[in-house]
């Protein structure tokens, strides 16, 4: 395995087709969990990440970044199928997706792919469109489930694409089953209004919280976010930033937050001043992303 692991990602890998102004379209590597295990590397975190990854021309730029940033690899089978597609449309810098992800790599992730659970994780992070279509999110939920019921804690980030949704309510019952098991989850306020359109996203987060998690955390783009476990309810506001586009900017904030409650060793039980230094590196993570073009997430000495 190489370096000791504290993180393992298991999760989406695919390439964004991103619009430039001149009109032509910038192939960039992306994926939620392939975002944020490249945030993680760049943040000195040793991380593996475990996807299936084609051998197709855009499996070299999906293995290439991870390996710059120290990411470990060794665990994502090699695939003859197509590397999936995310085509986006930036409005205003926001990002809207369409998936092009029939028959790819990753979507047909089986369970004779997964990987040994190595006896050094510290965190299980998953999320985002491998829970949302088939069979790879059963193979996800199944690899997850019994890491949990092993006592490594699990990060979940909702990171909810409806338009990768495959069936809604087989979609819904498996985020509640992972809401129950996960130790950490991550929404944002769209994840939050598409799983309750009639509630306050922080009531959302705070219903999800009393399921069994001990922590969630809650972004609300240039309105900042929140930090919930029983004990705490801390806010941060947003670091001011000039954005190029939101592409990424979750998926480093996952990076950030978890790193520095690793680093604290307050994962299990974070006080106050881990979660406030969690938030802060979460959200200064977040601004430098949404400053650049793309999930381009910082390294740590820009932090």
């Known amino acids: 395995m190489g370096r000791h692991m504290t993180v393992l990602c298991m ?17 960039q590597p992306g994926g939620g969990v392939w975002n944020t295990a490249l945030a993680l590397g760049r943040l000195g975190v040793a991380t593996s990440f475990a996807w299936p990854i084609s051998r197709d021309a855009y499996g ?16 994502c089978p090699r695939s003859d199928r197509p590397t999936a597609l995310a085509r986006i449309d930036l409005n205003s810098g926001n990002a809207g997706y369409r998936f092009d992800d029939e028959n790819s790599a990753g979507r047909m992730f089986a369970p ?10 510290r ?20 690899f997850a489930t019994s890491a949990a019921r092993r006592g490594v804690p699990l990060m979940l980030d909702s990171n909810i694409r409806p338009q ?11 985020l509640e089953r992972l809401f129950a098991l996960s130790h950490l989850v991550k929404l944002s306020a769209e994840d939050a ?21 001990g922590i969630v955390a809650l972004t609300c783009g240039a309105h900042g976010a929140l930090a919930l476990t ?8 947003a670091v001011p930033a000039t954005v190029a586009d939101s592409i990424g900017a979750g998926d480093s904030f996952n990076a950030g937050f ?27 993570a977040a601004a430098i992303t949404v400053s650049r073009p793309g999930a381009d997430p910082p390294w740590a000495d820009e932090l």
């Open 123 to 142: 965190a299980l992070l998953i999320g985002g469109i491998s829970l949302a279509a088939e069979p790879c999110g059963s193979t996800v939920e199944r």
């Open 230 to 237: 029983r004990q705490h309810r801390l806010y941060a506001a």
């Open 11 to 27: 999760g989406e890998a695919l390439v964004d087709l991103v619009p430039r102004p001149d009109g032509s379209i910038r192939p």
């Open 258 to 284: 978890l790193a520095s409650l690793l680093r604290s060793n307050a994962l299990d039980a974070p006080d106050s001043a881990a979660l406030t230094a969690a938030l802060a590196l979460a959200t200064k």
């Open 112 to 121: 004779e792919q997964l990987p040994p659970l190595s006896p050094d994780c």
């Open 60 to 75: 070299a730029l999906l293995l290439g970044p991870l390996a710059a940033a120290g990411v470990e690899t060794s665990l």
């Open 193 to 213: 209004a598409w799983l309750a359109p009639a509630m306050a996203p922080a009531e959302t987060a705070g219903q999800i919280l009393a399921r069994g998690p």
């Open 164 to 174: 990768a949704i495959q069936d809604e309510p087989k979609y819904r019952a498996r």
